[in-house]
């Protein structure tokens, strides 16, 4: 009996260490301290995760507080943290929005960091009036300007283009004379020195040489890579609870799940209902998004001098990060954001088959640059990057309301990985990023065949079967091509002469490329399309690697009115919308085109031959 007594003594103490042990987590209704009663000197707890999921307590000591620090009538709370590993690791990427407590009441996010190297974790934290007012803002999306990829396509190229379309405005006081300090007028020496903490960046599926591109442009925004993965950590509950997360727990942000997975961790500061508030900081500043916002598991603290880091990864999605503004990033527990699908299948020359899935978030800044680094990792991974290679490409993308874009073309040559990639994110981009109305991408799939051989063709020669081709009756046109091995390959192309052509006219045969080129010159503008299904119109109609295009030209003038070309008008036609100033934008055109063909193969062609024909008026 004394036995079970004492057995039982033993029990209850227990329980009740444990419970002692747990911070005492707020609830929805936790109250809130103004930051006009935020004085030196005070105490407080932060709470935070540093290693799985459960949430520690860490010491908070207020310093004073800075005024117009992230801008005008924006200010911080400065404190010095100690407790847990902060004597060691210093402030650590992944804390941000670690709320913190003064007498029971949450004053805020532990949101920025002192520089590098700093011998102590002294931190800004970001009131938390003022995450909840700009998360409620309902201002629209700022215009995106979008990162040009300048072609040939470059290593160098891609890293520029990546550092342009993920370099963010972050609002802080670029002098420290702005900024007033309350309490303690010295520490206003320390505000310039003040950025947002680090945000830690998980990767998973990358190949290194892709990773590497992408976590250093993502470093130049304030993220620091911390090398786990991602999508694999189930949703947790605790016991007696029903709610997915607590104020301290770890928080992802994904932009990438499924084969390829990349996202940022930070911390919750607060739930009011089902709306979470995180971070104290931006992700992006973007404004409105539709990002997923997920669970997060620590796996631990990495100390170091220059930047600790918890090295985390990200779980189910839990609900959709709808504000990414300068004090929080904020959004509602429950169905997460619609991602669009991507599927890739890859078949190597080695005889490696692979599907791979994942989807990305629809976003116009994130949707054309993830789909782009998605496409070449997947090609880095299993095919060699540099040395001779040809990549076959078919596909679609289905655009909500509108006719698909279709995908068929060879790249070939030292690096065609980036070719392949620029040919399939070009048109998503021009839609994502278009004037005509906002479109809605559903989901992408590619085929891709490799093959470690240059597939390449060159135009040798062009030439007809009759020496005195006819008016209105049909003519055959001969093609010798001489492939990368050596190897002829002819063509045969039935052509139609039209009835009404006369004299002498030209046939042209080109490769896509020098086509596009002459077409420019000779229209001397952009045919700018008229709206969205016009412009997937054109897209469709793009000159493409794998073809022969032939056109016959006569002497006979064209014109280009309001983007709109027109051949062969007649000269009193011309005579009059050239002297008309109200016709509209107005272009002459030296020749007409009388008849277009084109001819697919299997190699990606070059060159460009001209054939002059004397037709010949007997019928």
């Known amino acids: 009996m004394s036995m079970r007594i004492r057995l039982r003594g033993s029990l209850f103490l227990i329980i009740g260490l444990s419970l002692v042990a747990l911070p005492a987590i707020p609830s929805a209704d936790t109250p809130m301290m103004p930051l006009e009663e935020i004085r030196p000197g005070m105490k407080g707890v932060g709470q935070t995760v540093f290693t799985g999921s459960r949430i520690e307590e860490f010491q908070v000591d207020i310093l004073g507080v800075l005024r117009n620090v992230i801008g005008p009538k924006r200010g911080l709370i400065l404190a010095r943290l100690s407790g847990g590993p902060l004597a060691q690791s210093g402030v650590i990427a992944g804390m941000s929005g670690s709320p913190v407590y003064v007498d029971g009441r949450l004053i805020g996010a532990v949101s920025y960091a002192l520089g590098a190297f700093s011998k102590e974790p002294i931190a800004g934290i970001t009131p938390i009036a003022e995450m909840i007012e700009l998360a409620a803002l309902d201002t629209p999306r700022a215009p995106m300007k979008a990162a040009r990829l300048e072609l040939p396509v470059t290593r160098e190229g891609l890293a520029a283009a990546l550092r342009q379309s993920l370099s963010s405005f972050r609002p802080f006081a670029e002098r420290s004379s702005d900024v007033q300090a309350v309490g303690a007028p010295e520490l206003s020496a320390l505000a310039s020195m003040l950025r947002p903490i680090a945000t830690p960046l998980v990767m998973s599926g990358f190949h290194p040489d892709v990773g590497g591109l992408v976590a250093g442009a993502f470093r130049d925004s304030g993220f620091e890579p911390a090398g786990a993965g991602g999508g694999s950590v189930p949703v947790l509950t605790r016991p007696g609870s029903t709610a997915p997360l607590r104020p301290g727990d770890a928080v992802g942000v994904n932009l990438i799940t499924g084969d390829l997975s990349l996202g940022g961790v930070g911390t919750v500061t607060h739930i009011d209902g089902n709306k979470v508030y995180a971070f104290g900081h931006p992700f992006y500043n973007l404004g409105p998004t539709q990002f997923p916002m997920t669970r997060a598991h620590v796996h ?42 991507v599927e890739i299948g890859l078949e190597t020359a080695r005889g490696v088959k692979k599907d791979l899935t994942f989807k990305i978030v629809e976003d116009q800044l994130f949707t054309p640059l993830l789909t782009y680094v998605s496409i070449l990792n997947s090609l880095t991974s299993y095919e060699r990057e540099f040395g001779a290679a040809t990549f076959t490409v078919k596909g679609q993308a289905t655009v909500k309301k509108h006719d698909p874009i279709a995908f068929e073309d060879i790249f070939t040559g030292d690096a065609p990985s980036m070719g392949a990639a620029t040919y399939v994110v070009a048109p998503i981009a021009f839609l994502m990023n278009n004037d005509f109305e906002r479109v809605e991408l559903e989901s992408l799939k590619l ?47 039935p052509i139609d002469i039209p009835a009404n052509a006369s004299g002498t006219v030209s046939i042209m ?61 007649p000269p009193s036609v011309l005579s009059v919308l050239e002297g008309d100033r109200n016709s509209g934008n107005f272009t002459p055109l030296r020749s007409a085109t009388i008849g277009e063909w084109e001819v697919a193969t299997d190699h990606a062609v070059s060159g460009v031959r001209f054939l002059t024909v004397n037709l010949d008026s007997i019928n």
């Open 509 to 569: 045969v080109s490769d896509g490329s020098r086509l596009a080129q002459w077409e420019q010159r000779e229209v001397r503008q952009s045919l700018k399309p008229s709206g969205v299904a016009n412009a997937i119109r054109a897209l469709n109609h793009a000159r493409k690697n794998n073809r022969l295009y032939i056109k016959l030209l006569s002497s006979d003038a064209g014109a280009v009115i309001n983007g709109e070309l027109l051949s062969a008008l």
């Open 300 to 341: 631990t603290v990495l100390p170091s001098l220059f930047s600790s880091i918890k090295i985390a990864e990200t779980g189910d999605i839990i609900g959709t990060f709808q504000q990414d503004r300068s004090t929080t990033i904020a959004g509602q527990l429950g169905a997460g954001p619609r991602l669009i699908p």
């Open 447 to 493: 085929s891709i065949a490799t093959s470690e051989q240059p597939k390449t063709a060159t135009i040798e020669r062009a030439w007809l079967d009759t020496v005195r081709p006819r008016p209105g009756r049909p003519a055959t046109l001969k093609l010798l091509m001489r492939t990368y091995r050596g190897d002829e390959v002819t063509h045969t192309v």
